[in-house]
């Protein structure tokens, strides 16, 4: 069967002159691996059972019964055969090495990166057209941001009978007039032409003889043409894109090597860890990757995966095309044994009984083609190429009709055929391809197994590898201090510019020092210097790092101000009155000399706001906590305590909100994920919420939300009716908002 594929595969490769592209990938993959990049290809190249010899992708396509048509095909699409896609991920912050190598192996005449064309939304159009007009910025920017996700045409109409009128904006006026013109007339026109994450364009003759060039700020050549338009000209395109969890895990096994002098290697960890899918099962998959948000915590905490492939169909039922085809709940209930497994037609359940009898994947549309309707694999393929493009609506219909048609042909009953139609419909334009599904799946797992049994090293990864994910270093660290992790502040004497690993009473579980990196207002030369005069020698005092370092006045304050002066003076106003002294400062109220000062202790909620302020996180406090009391008095619930409430009762909740979210499934509600000192409130916001409610959701950073306890099973939610800010003076906290 494997000689058979690869035969099948080197024929049509062969045949279509693409053995140039697999090279040119192995050499990239082969490049990073020797320098010790984690990299994994993923996308329809794990179908491909010669990418996967070639180590491009870690997906055996035989064992798993992938589709090679997924991945390329004879079909052809206006006139030409299309190329291969392959996207290999590197680590984020290491993509750039390999760039690099392309560039220089292939000559910058003959490589560049692809551009992205961005076109007006209502944000960028009203800003546009304010700054035009000459309407004040700050005027400018308040107005945009309450019309996110519109495009500018609906913006122009948000604008003058939502948003102006609530904002006090008056569009009736001859400039408001001219500024809804140039909002509607920007609809659907370019703004500006970025550069692609990772597409890059090789050739054996200069670029510039084929395609316009021109070169960034950083001093790339880009292609000036839109990635979704290389196709069209016959240009393929090589993707070598960034992922953050793959820095992460490689982070976190270099970690794991240096306390225990064994690397663990990341397709060779135990599959079958029953710890891992314990800690799975109950939801606790904040920092892992691909299924750490709430709606897949809310998911998985019913589908309770116990294998790999069911973390693989996971990753891939929480998206748009499942959920709008209305079958999580379906997989749910069968997978659980509460509904029984049924099929249309016999020849189905070869097909989709791995996902309890429902098209999840892309590669199960194919294969009822293939089965029921008598497809080729390549019909198959330019099937999935229609339902995959959004913009081809009248193309979608045509084709499904003739699937419907043929599988009526075959003697499949009409009944069965329209029910089939229906379902792949559903989740047309945003089906997920399996071979997808699984290459995220083993990072996915990968991160929970290091939670799981390495939890110090899997946070360590996951805060040095930093922005990534969907949750902030607070609650993070949050979170590592729920899982018993000791934590450390940032330190000078002690720490370094990244998190560190320190051994503590536990051999077993080190603690984790937070780096310098995370001191607000230090900037990258601070952090440069210090780093510098640490190497040279350690520090031995507060005047010794300002000196060394070259500290001004701004950095000074900013190490202060986190307490990262602790270790030589643990009082943080006394330590910057020295460190001042030591910068030089000839501000009027800084002494010039030492003197003797009797500050006044710092109360804990003060202390707790100045980490916020200084550092974005407090290691051993929470900002709820001054409300605590309080809040109590007034019947307001906690994380802890709203876990007891009956179903359907009314009750007051708060917290801080750490996230908003609004997909596009969800037909305008809006999703809050609040924090206090013990855990997490998941708050619904219906979309008939208007007004004054609807601002403390768009923009407080605490609130107090008074709302109904909606409960099924392990999950438990709050359908709020009522919403109200909290004011915090010092607070400082910036949400992660529409990811």
């Known amino acids: 069967t494997q000689r058979g594929q690869l035969n099948r595969e080197l024929t049509v490769i062969g045949r279509l002159g693409f053995a140039g592209f697999f090279l040119v990938m192995w050499d990239a993959v082969h490049y990073a691996q020797q320098r010790g990049i984690l990299c994994q290809g ?40 299309e190329a291969p896609d392959i996207d290999v991920d590197f680590e984020h912050d290491r993509r750039e090495e390999v760039l690099d190598y392309v560039y220089h192996r292939y000559a910058r005449s003959s490589s560049a990166i692809t551009a992205v064309t961005q076109l007006y939304s209502a944000p960028t159009s009203l800003q546009d057209g304010m700054r035009a007009l000459g309407y004040p910025a700050e005027l400018a920017f308040r107005l945009s941001k309450r019309l996110h996700y519109h495009n500018s045409r609906r913006g122009a109409e948000c604008l003058a009978h939502d948003v102006g009128p609530a904002q006090g904006f008056d569009t009736t006026t001859p400039r408001g007039r001219a500024l809804l013109a140039i909002m509607r007339a920007c609809d659907d026109l370019p703004r500006l032409r970025s550069t692609h994450p990772g597409g890059f364009v090789l050739s054996s003759a200069p670029l510039g003889d084929h395609a316009p060039i021109e070169w960034t700020t950083m001093g790339r050549s880009i292609i000036q043409f839109d990635k979704d338009d290389l196709d069209a000209v016959g240009i393929p395109k090589f993707d070598f894109l960034g992922l953050g969890g793959l820095a992460a895990v490689r982070r976190a096994f270099d970690a794991i090597e240096l306390r225990t002098s064994r690397r663990p290697k990341m397709y060779e960890l135990p599959i079958d860890d029953r710890a891992t899918y314990a800690m799975i099962s109950r939801g606790d998959t904040l920092g892992t990757f691909q299924i750490e948000s709430r709606a897949q915590i809310a998911s998985i905490v019913h589908t309770r995966p116990e294998k ?27 997978r659980r044994g509460r509904e029984q497994v049924t099929y249309a037609d016999p020849r189905l359940e070869p097909i989709l009984a791995r996902t309890q009898g429902i098209p999840i994947f892309q590669e199960q549309a194919m294969a009822i083609a293939i089965a029921l309707a008598g497809y080729t694999p390549a019909e198959a393929d330019m099937l999935r190429r229609t339902m995959g493009n959004e913009r081809k609506e009248a193309l979608l219909t045509a084709a499904l009709a003739d699937l419907r048609e043929r599988m009526i042909e075959k003697e499949i009953a009409p009944a069965v055929a329209e029910q089939i139609e229906a379902d792949l419909r559903g989740f047309a334009n945003y089906g997920f391809p399996e071979s997808h599904a699984w290459s995220f799946a083993l990072i996915a797992y990968a991160t929970a197994w290091l939670k799981t049994n390495y939890p110090t090293e899997f946070y360590f990864g996951l805060l040095n590898s930093q922005p990534m994910g969907f949750y902030s270093v607070s609650t993070l660290l949050h979170d590592a201090r729920r899982h018993d992790v000791p934590l450390r502040p940032p ?93 030089g400062d000839t501000m009027p109220l800084a002494p010039a000399h ?68 609004r997909p596009h499934t969800a037909n305008g509600t809006v999703f809050l994920l609040l924090e206090d000192e013990h855990g997490h409130i998941n708050v619904i916001v219906p979309k008939t919420i208007k007004g004054k409610d609807r601002d403390a959701v768009k923009h407080a950073m605490l609130i107090v939300v008074l709302g109904r306890v909606e409960r099924n099973g392990p999950v438990q939610q709050i359908v709020g009716s009522r919403f109200q800010a909290m004011q915090m003076e010092g607070l400082t906290y910036n949400s992660r908002d529409f990811r």
Not at 48 to 66: E, F, H, K, Q, R
Not at 309 to 331: E, H, K, N, S, W
Request: proline residues 6%.
């Open 491 to 583: 330190c000078l004497a002690r720490g370094h510019r990244d998190c560190t690993t320190e051994p503590d009473a536990d051999p077993a579980r080190p603690a984790l020092r937070v780096g310098w990196r995370f001191i607000r207002g230090l900037g990258r030369v601070g952090l440069d210097a210090l780093e510098a005069a640490q190497t040279t020698r350690p520090f031995c005092g507060i005047a010794d790092v300002v000196q060394r370092a070259h500290l001004d006045r701004t950095n000074t304050i900013a190490v202060a101000q986190s307490g990262a002066f602790a270790a030589w003076e643990p009082d943080r106003r006394r330590a910057a009155w020295e460190a001042l002294r030591a910068a």
């Open 594 to 661: 030492e003197a003797a000062l009797d500050t006044r202790p710092m109360f804990r909620h003060r202390r707790i706001l100045l980490d916020y302020f200084a550092t974005g996180f407090c290691l051993d406090g929470h900002p709820m906590e001054g409300f605590r009391r309080k809040l109590q008095r007034l019947g307001v619930h906690d994380s802890r305590s709203i876990l007891v409430v009956p179903d359907r009762e009314s009750v007051l909740v708060s917290g801080l909100i750490i996230s908003r979210q």
């Open 308 to 334: 790999l492939y069911d973390i693989t169909v996971q990753v891939a039922l929480i998206r748009p095309g499942p959920i709008m085809a209305r079958f999580v709940r379906p997989y749910t209930e069968r």
């Open 42 to 81: 993923r996308g329809s190249a794990a179908n491909s059972a010669v990418a996967y010899c070639l180590g491009i992708t870690p997906i055996d396509p035989v064992a798993n019964g992938l589709l090679f048509e997924r991945f390329l095909s004879e079909a052809r699409v206006d006139g030409h055969a």
